[in-house]
């Protein structure tokens, strides 16, 4: 099931500021004696990007965070904010862009790395300024792997991953949803010269040079 990541801050704001006296706990702010490498990795369902956030991981040594990983693993401790989460999802609401933020904020501080892909994340604009102003970080660039829908729904309807949520009906559906919410995201940043954008129909092999090609400021892992 896909966890609904955007939204208002109406929604229990207690959960925020549990994760806000996290944060503070572990010295505030991002460490700012290190640059910190964001990479914002987009594209629609089936686009292929996290079989390329785990070949960028792997040559060049990023951390890959993916906000809804870090939702669904909150829920799962079984912690006070992970039940709270939880019972938003279960009631329908939307759970604040501040509780995801938060949590991408801890994992960046938990990691010890300085480099990050941060996987389907900001799902929208609202997303995108929560996250640029409480971390007071911008992405280095997006990476947007651009592939159609007739080849995103072919490889959703073909993949076997056991996913409930892999029928024509909501497939579709998560299309529009990107569409609508984050290509705005994609657009905003095209006009700040900061998108990459990967043909992601070719095979995984042909992808991955491109990616390589974009990340090749950055030093190979065993180097």
Known sequence: METNIDSSTDNLPGIVC?????I???????PGDKKITVVFVLGGP?????TQCSKIVENFGFTHLSAGDLLRAEIKSGSENGTMI????KEGKIVPSEVTVELLKMAILESGNNKFLIDGFPRNEENRTTFENVTKLEPE??????????????RLLGRNQGRDDD??????KRFRV???????????YD??????????TKPIEDIFEDVKAIFAAFPAKDE
């Open 141 to 154: 660039f997006i990476l947007f792997f651009d592939c159609s829908e007739e080849e995103m729904e072919q």
């Open 46 to 50: 089936g686009s292929g990007k996290g």
């Open 191 to 200: 006009q700040k010269g900061k998108v990459r954008k990967i043909d992601a």
């Open 178 to 188: 990107f569409i609508e919410s984050s290509l705005p995201v994609i657009e905003y």
């Open 86 to 89: 939880s019972n938003m999802i």
């Open 18 to 22: 549990a994760f806000s006296n996290k």
């Open 24 to 30: 503070q706990d572990d010295n505030g702010a991002l």
């Open 167 to 172: 029928n024509i009906e909501t497939i579709r």
